[in-house]
């Protein structure tokens, strides 16, 4: 019999389903689509009709249309890629590498809301009420369609991972950082219409940039909690804590009276996970044992487990 056949067995892919066209990749070329039309529309307006409000707000359509295309190409990248043998764990950390980047950009942009707001408490600039209420209204509804969009697909990971194995928190980040730059654009609207609402009846013109830093913090807070959540994943942080108790549990509980010594869990992709395991058990031939009881861990997706012979007479030592 040949070497290649006794391995073959053992042989497995580790594309682990990212080759799978995800829904949250088809929501965001569409979003993408709507937010460049908008933007196209209003570039074009505000140079034809010299309005600089109309071609400000059609420049920062641009800005959050070129973010959620860093988000398109992980989808993109991750899937194309998949079967590449180079990545050892597969593609699934690009959609976490793509959250992060979106969670960086909102972050920066959100610093230039809060300069652009101090330069203007500190040097108020004549506001186009009319203009400028039209072109917040119009961002709005366009921003609020993109928000039901994404926000469907987001909301629903997000109730499925609370409910899988371990409460897992590590949803698609990539996902979630496009429906956060589309959530922030529709807020950012809306916090425009109420100041300029408040400046053009009650002359209240510190509203405006005021509303500009509220929404700078609220869109910091978002960003920063993304950025917590997607930097776990690529720093390979610890797996979640009621997954790695149930694994203890799994492998304690076999007839082997195995120990697990050494156990280390962490995601590599939207909720699956990879696992190395040193376990200490009455004999060495149970590895198959061990792999078959995680198989039932259906987030795990791969693991390597070393085992080692108890010696009888000797101490557990610390």
Known sequence: MSTGNLSSGWQHDHSFGQEKKRTGESRTILVIAITASMMGIEIAAGVAFGSMALLADGLHMASHAAALSISAFAYYFARKRAHDRSFSFGTGKVNSLGGYTGAVLLVLFALLMVWESVHRLIAPVAISFNQAISVALLGLIVNGVSVFILGHEEHHH???EH??????HHHDHNLRAAYLHVLADTL??????????AAKYYGWIW????MGIV???????WSMGLLKQSGAVLLDRQGPDALIENVVKRIESLPCNGEIVDLHVWAIGPNIYST???VVADTENVAALLKSELRNLTSIVHSTIEVH???????KTE
């Open 215 to 221: 929404g700078a913090i609220l869109i910091s807070k």
């Open 309 to 315: 012979q108890r010696r009888s007479g000797l101490e």
């Open 158 to 160: 997000h109730g499925h």
């Open 207 to 210: 509203m405006d940039p005021l």
């Open 188 to 197: 950012t609207s809306l916090l425009a219409i109420i100041a300029l609402l």
């Open 276 to 278: 190395a395991i040193t």
């Open 163 to 168: 409910g899988g194995e371990g409460g897992d």
